[in-house]
């Protein structure tokens, strides 16, 4: 298979929500909560709802930046490329990077929708989460149909919501959910209580996905503020692997066989010794621990029929296919976060892939995607020669991707001699956008 006759689907993006998106999704009745967006006045904006102020994290909207600027704080539109949060700019950018198809994730509500679960009227926090709900699935997916996977954010802290929210997505259309990887951490029971069996089983009704993105419960711990924030980074995806051991002992996957866990921006080269421990602690502790798979069933099998996982880029990973499973494998591109190689998700995904059989290309770079997700991008847009690389980045020969300076605020102060960023400089510029937001 050459290059440009792949077909990429991305199982992990972002979106900065933009001002407008309450617009058309709050009903007359409800306007009066509805968030507002603001801007101080040395030019910094941010999203203002229920009396709480949100800002970006500079990470979060990288794409199309100097690399110098990768970790910068944007603290306005206009600092970020227009991809990141205006739909038909963001069309134009998954052209311009073959991907045909993606699936968003919040940035200002938390990557789970938890935000929500802060706010102190929890009547208005529902009408917001549903009315995101709307917009998310209705604007941003609605407005190119086939190009963006909706997904949708619950109440996962009141079960009876999140089982009637999932219902009402359902009937839009929608097949993916966004939960905490850890919802203990946040107050609710663990995943092993009998409490969550009603949003077992409402997933599995209506084929759901459930979406699990690193840091949305357990997040990868700074070493220590003198540490160049190089190790967090190199960390971060790693550090789900306690949530999903955790997932992969969930009973409820063998009450409901269809289930399905989608690990987002976790990497898959740690998968193989992941599972590989997972069976031996099995075989080896399981008589006094009474874990129990069923007859002949080890842990391995389960992840194969349950999960799936993503990479941006891991080499390590796709020379050990066999050991994950070619069926658990998709492509993610982190658009517009720091870890994305867009523009290039064709050329760098193409030298992980080019030594696998055709067959086991597509399933990696889009089948698995689209068939665990329900969502046949290919026959909405009229069949696979208008969803290739080739066919895409034609429609997009306009579009620049020359890397361009933005500005924002970086680490390390201006003019400072050149040294190793670290957790500790990015603590500061964090709690200092908090301290005026305050």
């Known amino acids: ?39 101080r006045a040395d030019g910094s904006q941010y999203w203002v709802m229920e009396g709480r102020i949100l800002q970006n994290f500079g990470l979060c909207a990288a794409a199309g930046r100097v690399r110098e600027e990768l970790g910068s704080e944007s603290e306005r539109l206009d600092q970020m490329r227009a991809g990141c949060w205006d739909i038909k700019a963001r069309i134009e950018d998954m052209n311009a990077n073959g991907i045909v198809a993606s699936v968003n994730f919040p940035t200002y509500v938390d990557l789970d929708g938890s935000f929500f679960q802060s706010l102190p009227n929890q009547e208005n926090a529902l009408i917001l989460l549903r009315a995101y709900n709307d917009w998310h699935i209705d604007e941003w997916c609605g407005s190119y149909p086939g190009r963006n996977i909706p997904m949708a954010i619950i109440p996962f802290w009141n079960i009876g919501a999140a089982v009637e929210e999932i219902k009402r997505v359902a009937a839009k259309g929608c097949r993916a959910i966004s939960m905490c990887d850890n919802p203990s951490l946040k107050g609710c029971p663990s995943i092993h209580n009998a409490h969550w069996e009603p949003l077992w089983r409402v997933c599995a009704e209506y084929e759901i996905v459930i979406n699990l993105h690193i840091a949305s419960g357990a997040r990868a711990p700074h070493a220590s503020m003198e540490s160049p924030i190089d190790c967090w980074i190199i960390s971060m995806p790693m550090a789900i692997a306690n949530s999903a051991a955790d997932w992969l002992f969930l009973s409820a996957l063998d009450r409901y066989p269809n289930l399905k866990i989608s690990l987002a921006e976790a990497g898959i080269g740690w998968i193989p010794a992941l599972i590989e421990r997972a069976d031996f602690v099995y075989g080896h502790h399981r008589a006094w621990t009474h874990a129990n798979f069923g007859a002949g069933r080890l842990p391995s099998d389960r992840f194969r029929e349950h999960f799936l996982t993503c990479f941006i880029e891991d080499h390590f990973g796709l020379r050990n296919v066999d050991a994950i499973g070619e069926k658990n494998i998709a492509y993610e591109c982190d658009y517009p976060h720091s870890d994305s190689v867009w523009p290039h998700t064709p050329e760098r995904l193409y030298e992980g892939v080019k030594h696998l059989p055709d067959a086991t290309i597509d399933r990696i770079t889009h089948a698995n995607a689209l068939e665990v997700f329900k969502f046949d991008a ?33 680490p390390l102060p201006p003019g400072a ?17 908090n301290r005026s937001a305050a």
Request: glycine share 8%; net charge positive; aromatic share 4%.
């Open 1 to 39: 298979m050459e290059m440009s006759d792949m077909v990429i689907v991305s199982v992990d993006d972002h979106i900065i929500e933009p001002p407008t998106m309450w617009d058309r999704h709050l009903p007359a009745k409800y306007r009066s909560i509805k968030p507002q967006w603001k801007e």
């Open 417 to 433: 001699t050149p040294r190793p960023v670290t957790s500790g400089d990015v603590a500061k510029v964090v709690e200092a956008l």
């Open 378 to 410: 290919i026959g909405m847009l009229g069949g696979r020669k208008h969803c290739t690389v080739g066919a895409l980045r034609a429609q997009a020969k306009h579009v620049s991707t020359t890397p361009v300076s933005f500005g924002g605020v970086h």
